[in-house]
């Protein structure tokens, strides 16, 4: 009977210290698969099915190693459909590795040092009168404003994106989830 005690006990401190985990992880489900707190960006995206195309593209600009690195990063990062809006073949030709430079710089027009949560967007929003100036990692610069509750961006070129999932927190940053993807001055 004292084994079975020991037993039991056991297994309650292992299912409390892993209710326990789960909690602090508060995990956003994107693309069909949850996205880890505790993970970097580089390890959730990966398992997102909605960002297959982002990470292929990552993986070909050499991008990796950084989005793994310390940080921290806001990523806005284009799902699968915001690459389909983009002029036929154009995803083709920047994979190519004779276009890895401008690949990277499309990348990285999508990457904000910091990490800016929806809620310091806003903020940023409202003492701009209405208009966030967010400069990249690429050195362009993105303008969020809201309309209603909804979060946008408009690049350099006046393409505009739409947040459709914010704050999902990584160990080395945020990711926001786009709908469109944005483009710098080229």
Do not use: R
Not at 126 to 149: E, I, N, R, S
Request: no cysteine; hydrophobic share 40%; aromatic share 6%.
């Amino acid at each position: 009977m004292n084994n079975l005690l020991k037993a039991a006990f056991a297994a309650f401190v292992f299912l409390s210290a892993n209710l326990a985990y789960g909690q602090m992880e508060k995990t956003v489900e994107v693309g069909g698969a949850p996205m880890y707190p505790s993970k970097n960006i580089v390890e959730n995206a990966v398992n997102s099915s909605d960002h297959t195309t982002l990470v292929a593209a990552v993986k070909a600009a050499g991008l990796v190693e950084t989005l793994q690195g310390k940080g921290p990063f806001t990523v806005f990062a284009p799902d699968n459909a915001a690459f389909t809006k983009l002029p036929a073949g154009t995803v083709e030709t920047l994979l190519k590795p004779e276009n890895k430079g401008q690949l990277t710089s499309v990348l990285t027009y999508h990457v904000v040092s910091g990490k800016m949560g929806s809620k310091e967007i806003a903020a940023a929003i409202k003492k701009g009168d209405g208009k966030a100036t967010l400069t990249t990692v690429q050195g362009g610069t993105l303008t969020a404003w809201m309309k209603g509750k909804d979060l946008y961006l408009t690049d350099e070129n006046g393409g505009q994106s739409k947040v459709t999932i914010a704050d999902v927190w990584q160990s080395n940053g945020v990711i926001h989830s786009v709908d469109t993807v944005v483009l710098p001055k080229m």
